[in-house]
């Protein structure tokens, strides 16, 4: 078994079959594991269809389980019997050791709240879970979709879930802003609450929220350009998939936002953990060369990002831009855990390569250490 000491950092390879994409894993830390939960779809299934893998056309639920702190992993697809839920990255702990977590908007099909409790895990596009509570979502205020991403428990005790939703752009081309739904009954009822007024040409998608104290929520942005002719877009949107994140904060629980600024961080989706030192951590992926995906930290409740911290977890090297949505929990020994996918062999444009689940542990210490990134 791998060791890792104090100010050190392991990585390990949690699930890579040949011949499969395997993305966007979710961390559920209970008093018992932790666990993984992800989508496994073959590749030669996925290369037939012109369905974009992400939409989970073929994928089946897998569970990855470590009762080691993350050095080890049993890999089942069989929905496995869990501890009370303490941390989870994709949805928010309840206060009956349970879970919350949410699906997508889909073409005539209703999003829900997904209430979970002894079985975990979830695929935003599918509405299948065995055993659990279902309640619909249908208030998104002016808007007619929602796109979940993340959830935090705010100061006055509501669940705060963040995402984002389509809105009119320029010449009746899509465009997309951040949108906020609340819960005051853990879950089983959710309301819009807010959004992020629009007054760009990009699009501002998936989001990472954390609540603090007396009403602050901070919440980073992606940055979308898609949509946007090649042409027109800066610099730093041509190269890779991606762009800077932004930054927006409330101080009544989400009601209200300030206006977003960009950050000195490129890469995207953004996640964010509170550490038992109160210090935030950032994850995220970094979409272009180098490939990889990095960390840093803010010790100031996101006023400043201490740029000495940035650091890199793990470069898929060659590599492409399918990589990342890295989520994080940390243990009770102050081990961070980070998980997230990524190519299990050498990746190569313009073909659909093999990805697995992977994670990385590390401690503050090592972040604090930095100087890997220039």
Known sequence: MLERKAG?????????????????????????EVILAFGMQEIDKLLAIRTHQHYQPFSRLHWSISTDGG???????????????????????LYD??????????????????????????????????????????DFGPFESFYFHAMTRTSDGALLAGGYTQIPGRE????????????????RSWGYLSHIPQRNVFAFSESGILAGENGHVLALLRADWDHVPQKER?????????????????????????????????GHPPYLLRL???????????????????????RDEGKTWDMKTLRTLRV?????????YPQATQLPDGTILCAYYGYSTQA??????????????????????????G
């Not at 081309?173 to 853990?186: C, G, H, I, K």
């Not at 898929?316 to 990342?324: A, E």
């Open 172 to 187: 009746g081309v899509e465009n997309y802003t951040a949108l906020f739904l609340r819960s005051e009954d853990e879950g």
């Open 234 to 266: 800066p610099q730093e949107a041509q190269v890779g998939y991606g762009y800077f994140l932004y930054q927006t904060e409330s101080q009544d629980n989400g009601l209200t936002w300030s206006d977003p600024v960009q950050l000195p961080i490129w």
């Open 348 to 373: 190569s444009e313009g073909t659909l390569n093999p990805c697995g689940i992977f994670v990385s542990l590390f401690d503050e210490e090592w972040l604090s250490k930095g100087g890997d990134i």
């Open 97 to 138: 050791g349970g879970m919350v977590t949410m699906s997508f908007t889909r073409p005539f099909i209703t999003p829900y709240a997904f209430i979970q409790k002894g079985q975990v895990g979830t695929m935003p596009y599918s509405n299948h879970l065995p055993a659990v509570e279902a309640e619909p979502l249908t």
């Open 316 to 324: 898929f090297d060659p590599g492409n831009y399918d990589i990342g």
């Open 8 to 32: 050190e950092k392991s990585d390990v390879a949690v699930c890579t079959p040949p011949g499969f994409f395997a993305n966007n894993p979710q961390v559920i830390r209970t008093d018992r």
């Open 71 to 93: 050095y080890t992993w049993r890999t089942t697809d069989l929905a496995p019997d869990v501890g009370n839920v303490l941390d989870a990255s994709y949805g928010e702990p």
């Open 276 to 298: 038992q030192s109160g210090v935030i951590l950032l994850v995220y992926g970094h979409r272009r060369p180098p490939y990889s995906i990095r960390a840093i930290l803010s």
